[in-house]
Nanobody, 117 residues
Framework: QVQLLESGGGLVQAGGSLRLSCAAA????????MGWYRQYPVNQRELVAV???????NYADSVKGRFTISRDNAKNTIYLQMNGLKPEDTAVYYC???????????WGKGTLVTVSS
């Protein structure tokens, strides 16, 4: 069983920065992807950014140039550096781990990011 522990959410003014962290406890295998998704009050979760165990990244168009995802494989931890935050970035941010080759998925409990205008 794997547990994901997120941290770093909070309240920030528009234009500010936050850094989210997600640490995975347990065996996550050598081939996996970890990423951040966000959910607005009435919408489905949407991809923010994802990074593979090999370091490949993918971003939602809405965050390109503002957010940076990175990972420390030794710590089984990913980070999301969020700069130039906008009120529309306000959401609950969830960490997701997908372990290959079977595609087993795990989710964190989420951390709230609030950006005031």
């Amino acid at each position: 069983q794997v547990q994901l522990l997120e941290s770093g959410g909070g309240l920030v003014q528009a234009g500010g920065s936050l850094r989210l962290s997600c640490a995975a406890a347990g065996s996550i295998g050598s081939t996996n992807t970890m990423g951040w998704y966000r959910q607005y009050p009435v919408n489905q979760r949407e991809l923010v950014a994802v990074i593979s165990s090999g370091g490949s990244t993918n971003y939602a168009d809405s965050v390109k140039g503002r957010f940076t995802i990175s990972r420390d494989n030794a710590k089984n931890t990913i980070y999301l550096q969020m700069n130039g935050l906008k009120p529309e970035d306000t959401a609950v941010y969830y960490c997701k781990l997908k372990i290959f080759p079977y595609g087993i998925e795990y989710w964190g409990k989420g951390t709230l990011v609030t950006v005031s205008s």
